[in-house]
T-cell receptor
Framework: AQKVTQAQTEISVVEKEDVTLDCVYE???????LFWYKQPPSGELVFLIR??????QNEISGRYSWNFQKSTSSFNFTITASQVVDSAVYFC??????????FGTGTRLKVLA | EAGVAQSPRYKIIEKRQSVAFWCNPI?????LYWYQQILGQGPKLLIQ????????DSQLPKDRFSAERLKGVDSTLKIQPAKLEDSAVYLC????????????FGPGTRLLVL
């Protein structure tokens, strides 16, 4: 069975602080994809990143970075120098061999000015 | 490039009534998904289409929910009759091909069942 766990329900930080959102996944598939999405108050899910199971290279995009570790089945997301506009719910998702996408329960990030 | 379009954006109905949601995917995207997102939860896949065929509808409550994608482009999701627990946001997404391709989401339809 596939599962995505986002243990952090809500995180509050002060602007300019760094924050890491955790994602732990379970799958028996050898080929799978991991995603992060942002859901601002408007409600639309915005794609942030996709990684496949064969590519463990970490990735940096501006203030965003992702740490993929197969050994711990984790795909964590770090925002550096957080801003108020980063306030949103962030979802981690997994797509395995059955082509079904499984989403975590989300982490609500509040960045305070 | 236009994104995924959904309508209506909001809908309020009474229990036992019926309701329909419409989705138009990104042009050229073969795969279309319908999700249900209950407040405070992650999206749950209801049904996945590849062109006009159903790939996965294992979590669709088929006694009251139905969906179609007749011409392999836009899609309709219907609930009949609605229950209080159907109150949620219904999200439509599309991707270029089945598999690991990224899903792009529409703005969603917020349904409130009274």
């Amino acid at each position: 069975a596939q599962k995505v766990t986002q243990a952090q329900t809500e995180i509050s930080v002060v602007e300019k602080e760094d924050v890491t959102l955790d994602c732990v996944y379970e799958t028996r598939d050898t080929t799978y994809y991991l995603f992060w999405y942002k859901q601002p108050p408007s409600g639309e899910l915005v794609f942030l990143i996709r990684r496949n199971s064969f590519d463990e290279q970490n990735e940096i995009s501006g203030r965003y970075s992702w740490n993929f570790q197969k050994s711990t089945s984790s795909f964590n997301f770090t925002i550096t120098a957080s801003q108020v506009v980063d306030s949103a719910v962030y979802f981690c998702a997994l797509r395995g061999g059955t082509y079904k996408y499984i989403f975590g329960t989300g982490t609500r990030l509040k960045v305070l000015a | 490039e236009a994104g995924v379009a959904q309508s209506p954006r909001y809908k309020i109905i009474e229990k036992r009534q019926s309701v329909a949601f419409w989705c138009n995917p990104i042009s050229g995207h073969a795969t279309l998904y319908w999700y249900q997102q209950i407040l405070g939860q992650g999206p749950k896949l209801l049904i996945q289409f590849q062109n006009n065929g159903v790939v996965d509808d294992s979590q669709l409550p088929k006694d009251r929910f139905s969906a179609e994608r007749l011409k392999g482009v836009d899609s309709t999701l219907k609930i009949q009759p609605a229950k209080l627990e159907d109150s949620a946001v219904y999200l439509c997404a599309s991707s270029a091909i089945r598999g690991g391709e990224t899903q792009y989401f529409g703005p969603g339809t917020r349904l409130l069942v009274l």
